[in-house]
Nanobody, 119 residues
Framework: VQLVESGGGSVQAGGSLRLTCRTSLYSIASMGWFRQVPGKEREAVAAIARPPAFTVYADSVKGRFTISQDKAKTTVYLEMNSLKPEDTAMYYC????????????????WGQGTQVTVS
């Protein structure tokens, strides 16, 4: 199983980025985004699941980030707007949620990450 993230980069505060995660699996019902900075634990950012329709966000990104999934459920996106320096991190895609969305240990598959830097 492969998850491949893309779309990271460097932007100024207030800018936007769109992260993409493509999976080799077909019709994954649940996927999520996490982020991590060196020396800190991996932090849940957002998750999406269908069915039933379910999206959830960390309080720190609510109203600024949007998670979505294509109809085939092989790709998940994270639209990030009004970026702040504190959003700087390595962003990871995760798939196949089995439990609480905010716990990294509840996902079975992970990508390698894409770096987001906000200055």
């Amino acid at each position: 199983v492969q998850l491949v993230e893309s779309g990271g980069g460097s932007v100024q505060a207030g800018g936007s980025l769109r992260l993409t995660c493509r999976t080799s699996l077909y019709s994954i019902a649940s996927m999520g985004w996490f982020r991590q900075v060196p020396g800190k634990e991996r932090e849940a950012v957002a998750a999406i699941a269908r069915p039933p329709a379910f999206t959830v966000y960390a309080d720190s990104v609510k109203g600024r980030f949007t998670i979505s999934q294509d109809k085939a459920k092989t790709t998940v996106y994270l639209e990030m707007n009004s970026l702040k320096p504190e959003d700087t991190a390595m962003y990871y895609c995760a798939a196949d949620l089995r439990g609480d969305w905010y716990s990294p240990s509840n996902y079975n598959y992970w990508g390698q990450g894409t770096q987001v830097t906000v200055s």
